[in-house]
């Protein structure tokens, strides 16, 4: 048995510690590559391929133990080894309980008698491998879905948590193949003090743009014509509601409901608040379920109606609308004022693609805005064994590194649950929405 074709990737501290030992194997038809960081340790996986990982504890990356559990995890052959030869470093790679450890001193004929029982492990081993994971095949196949069996469920939950760093003690998971490792580079890169090393001829990335609406559209005559009359009409079957003038409290207004509403007619926004110092939930509730039932019987045909509760620091609500052409109406019930608005969409409706698996649909990368958190779990589709793995979950978000790591990387893709199509479509409100008033905040200061 030989280990000529081999590829092995070693990460260290110093690479004159291995200079020997890399002869030793070259000679012997065995590929090296050396790395000195944990970042192109882990882009050096996706190009290299290794076969076996010798990772030396003696770096000085602080997520050495992390990456050595983790490629554990990932099924990868890792190898611990230490380059300072003390009892100290003995007993660290003791912890690991890795029966084919490197002790120190490194030489290449010991490591060449650990690679040459790995290879004659795994080759007693491989039919029953083959044969196992022909069966777990078989068996993720037939389900079609994500719920897989027990055995393999733990497997995933495990897999699932490689590269997953806490905050907090919130969960996070990522992903066993090459999408995890893209990942994980992102999120090294993203420690504090990380500045690029001389192995990485990488330039720096910028930061992403904040997510802009794409400009005013002027809301079509027959439009305003059917809001106007959708408004007066919802408000007048209400005994003692009479139309005013907008109040000035509109000014300082904090929090509003949206409609987010899609006909045949029309595809907007449909906007309502209270004046602050009189608001009566109750009544606000009311007349809310008026518009609805105004709506309701007023729109031929099938229509979308979402909605949703937004609040901001203070601005001009009034001034807002105006801006962006929109209509803005308000009605006095007793001591309350009611106001309604209408803003024409500036976003396109929401494009989603099927997948393999019924419960899962795509979304667009470009619908997710970079720092704002999630209203429901992100995945990912990893097409070599059609899996979709965790990648944020709800209340997270996408940080604007990791952003740009999946666009350099042409992910053009996240995933969601068909279930959680509701809540995207609550995100992808709030972004255009709240794109929208920071927009008019930076353009009246």
């Known amino acids: 048995m030989k280990l000529r074709g ?3 990737l070693i990460l260290c501290d110093k690479k004159d510690s291995f200079e020997s030992l890399e002869a030793y194997l070259a000679h012997k038809g065995v590929y090296i590559k050396l790395i000195t960081s944990v970042e192109g340790y882990f882009k050096a996986l996706q190009e290299f391929e290794p076969h076996y990982c010798l990772v030396s504890i003696d770096n000085k990356d602080p997520y050495v133990s992390d990456l050595i559990e983790n490629l554990r995890k990932a099924e990868f052959i890792v190898i611990p080894t230490a380059e300072t030869h003390n009892l100290e470093a003995s007993k660290r790679i003791d912890e690991y309980e890795i029966e084919y450890s490197l002790f120190p001193p490194i030489n290449g004929q010991k490591l060449e008698n650990i690679l040459m029982f790995l290879e004659k492990k795994q080759e007693s081993e491989s039919e029953t491998l083959r044969s196992l994971k022909y069966e777990k095949k078989e068996k993720l196949q037939a389900k079609d879905s994500l719920d897989y069996t027990k055995e393999e469920s733990k497997s995933l939950k495990e897999i699932q948590e490689l590269f ?12 066993p193949d090459d999408v995890a490792l893209i990942k994980k580079a992102i999120e090294y890169e993203m420690k504090d003090g990380n500045a690029p090393t001389e192995e990485s001829s990488e330039e720096p990335l910028e930061e992403p743009p904040e997510f802009t609406h794409s400009g005013i559209i002027e809301v079509e005559p027959k439009v305003v014509k059917e809001i106007d009359r959708l408004f007066n009409d919802s408000m007048s079957s209400i005994k003692g509601c009479k139309k005013v003038e907008p109040p000035e409290s509109l000014r300082s207004t904090r929090d509003f409901t949206v409609y987010a509403i899609t006909t045949e007619k029309m595809s907007g926004y449909i906007l309502t ?12 509730t009311k007349i809310e379920g008026k518009f609805v039932e105004s709506l309701t019987r007023s729109v031929d045909g099938p229509f979308e109606l979402q909605r949703l509760t937004l609040s901001f620091e203070e601005f001009d609500f009034k001034d807002w609308i105006e801006t962006y052409d929109g209509v803005l109406k308000s009605f006095q019930l007793q001591d309350m004022v009611v106001s309604w608005a209408f803003l024409q969409k500036t976003e396109n409706d929401l494009i989603m693609s099927s997948t393999e698996r019924e419960d899962m649909v795509g979304v667009n990368l470009s619908e997710i805005t970079p720092e704002v958190k999630a209203k429901n779990d992100l995945y990912l589709h990893l097409p070599s064994n059609n899996k979709f793995l965790l990648y944020t979950k709800e209340g997270n978000n996408i940080a604007s590194n990791q952003f740009l790591r999946l666009n350099k990387f042409q992910i053009k893709e996240m995933h969601i649950k068909k279930d ?3 809540k995207f479509k609550d995100y992808k409100v709030e972004k255009e929405i709240t794109s929208m008033v920071k927009g008019h905040k930076k353009d009246a200061a």
């Open 6 to 8: 081999k590829k092995l």
């Open 273 to 284: 608040t209270v004046d602050a110092a009189v608001g009566d939930t109750k009544e606000q």
């Open 420 to 422: 959680d199509i509701d």
């Open 164 to 175: 997953y760093e806490t905050k907090n003690n919130s969960e996070k998971v990522s992903e």
